[in-house]
């Protein structure tokens, strides 16, 4: 059983983890609502021999640290970094808890990890304006979600307010 510290938490999923995603949720009685869908985007050091490229194949990052965010082992599934969409093959991961962290970690070496690139209407600490990460697309033809979890009868007012702007926002950007 999972226990719960949030009113809703937000996923990464793509078509290959959805089936186990939704598999989970029923059996844990949570929903899974889509907020956003794009194309996956690499973010790594502007010094990446990568960084100056207009698109990534997956294969290019062979070879490359994969920085993943090492999450609470009590709610796995669910909580699993689901890495490229495409998996390239074998690759060293980094784990870290937070976005400081991951930002500090891709500055420094040739890490790279895999996001949606969206804001969201906050400075994002992976994509900051100064310069030093770079965000390139991946060549994939499968997109990206961002799901939002939460237990089917626990959603509060607030929590919906905040699910519908953050669809909002995300889907005006």
Do not use: W
């Amino acid at each position: 059983m999972i226990n719960y510290t949030s009113d809703v938490g937000l996923i990464l999923t793509n078509e290959c983890n959805l089936g186990l995603m939704e598999e989970v949720a029923a059996k844990e009685h949570l929903v899974l609502r889509q907020i956003y869908s794009a194309r996956p985007q690499v973010y790594l050091s502007a010094d990446h021999p990568l960084a100056k490229k207009e698109e990534i194949d997956p294969e290019e990052l062979n070879g490359y640290p994969y920085l993943c965010f090492d999450l609470n082992a009590r709610l796995l599934p669910l909580a699993m970094d689901i890495g490229p969409v495409s998996e390239p093959g074998f690759r060293k991961s980094i784990f870290v808890s937070d976005r400081l962290s991951a930002r500090t970690i891709l500055r420094l070496n040739q890490a790279y990890c895999i996001g949606v690139g969206k804001r969201a209407g906050f400075d994002d600490l992976l994509s900051s304006s100064d310069g030093m990460i770079r965000v390139v697309p991946l060549r994939e033809d499968r997109d990206l979600q961002i799901q939002a979890v939460y237990h089917e009868d626990a959603l509060s007012g607030a929590a919906e307010e905040f699910l519908d702007l953050l669809a909002k926002e995300m889907a005006a950007e």
